[in-house]
């Protein structure tokens, strides 16, 4: 799976009185209608053993110069102080300001597999940063960052087909 990219965030989550953030980067869309996403947290993290309490979370979609934060929310921060960084109000939780996007759940379901759970949230709200858009990835046990060069758009949907094959 090291050879699948994938954006960085850090969860934070409202579990009454306490504030949870770690991050992550599986998360992903799950519906558009209701508008559904998850994040898979480690059945060892503080968070997952107080998800039965959590009543809100954010999804704080990282930026490209942000890799300090998702080493520190992740406990690997060798530093004697932490980066700099500052939660703000947001609908369901608090939001990690100065992030590229921030997603406003509320939990919808909580699915245990494996090692990890699958937490799906309702989306309440959305935060888009300032631009420039550019976001951290993690590639191949690294933080990597988007080539400014444009690429091809993606089709639009109604003009995708499926396509049949065959096994032989």
């Not at 039965?52 to 004697?80: D, H």
């Not at 921030?102 to 935060?127: K, M, N, Y």
């Amino acid at each position: 799976m090291g050879l699948f990219g994938t954006g960085v965030a850090v969860i934070v989550a409202r579990a009454g009185e306490d504030v949870h953030a770690m991050t992550v980067n599986a998360v992903s869309s799950v519906s558009l209608d209701p508008m559904l996403v998850m994040f898979c947290p480690g059945n060892s993290t503080r968070l997952a053993r107080d998800l039965p309490r959590v009543t809100g979370f954010t999804i704080n979609i990282l930026r490209r110069e942000q890799q300090a934060l998702s080493t520190y929310f992740a406990g690997g921060w060798k530093e004697p102080l932490p980066p700099p960084f500052r939660f703000v109000p947001s609908p369901s939780a608090l939001r990690l300001e100065g992030s590229l996007a921030s997603i406003d759940c509320t939990p919808e379901r909580v699915i245990e597999a494996g090692d990890h759970w699958l937490v799906v949230g309702r989306v309440t709200h959305l935060h888009t940063g300032i631009t420039p858009h550019e976001p951290l990835l993690f590639y191949k046990g690294g933080y990597r960052g988007v080539d400014a060069v444009a690429g091809a758009p993606a089709p639009e949907l109604a003009d995708v087909h499926e396509v049949p094959f065959h096994f032989y």
